[in-house]
């Protein structure tokens, strides 16, 4: 009932910019958190931002001051702005929506995106 599909990633350089998005369609109610994660070759997956329906933000510490989270909820996206970037931002982005579907709530997942920083 419920998609999630994710864009932007893509190759970059290290101290360069990127934008991803992730919208979700189908039988939605409304929408509570959102977040990103992210998994490296040989890692765990680690959450990497959070946003609540309000707009209340949380950060990794690795990442605090150079990306930056936001929603529309009218478009029921979810966006990361991610400035500065290292080599070791490197990863699989995926984004994870708390999606009210009628009566109950589901944690939804989109397909992920890969982000590459190399010089």
């Known amino acids: 009932q419920v998609q999630l599909v994710e864009s932007g990633g893509g190759l970059v350089q290290p101290g360069e910019s990127l934008r991803l998005s992730c919208a979700a369609s189908?039988?939605?109610?409304?929408?509570?958190?959102m977040d990103w994660y992210r998994q490296a070759p040989g890692k765990q997956r680690e959450l990497v931002a959070t946003?609540?329906?309000?707009?209340?933000?949380n950060y990794a510490d690795s990442v605090k001051g150079r990306f930056t989270i936001s929603r529309d909820n009218a478009k029921n996206t979810v966006y990361l702005q991610m400035n500065s970037l290292k080599p070791e931002d490197a990863a699989v982005y995926s984004c994870?929506?708390?999606?009210?579907?009628?009566?109950?709530?589901?944690?939804?997942w989109g397909q992920g995106t890969q982000v590459t920083v190399s010089s």
């Open positions: 994870n929506m708390m999606v009210v579907v009628g009566r109950y709530e589901y944690s939804y």
């Open positions: 189908g039988s939605i109610s409304s929408i509570n958190g």
């Open positions: 946003i609540t329906r309000g707009g209340s933000t």
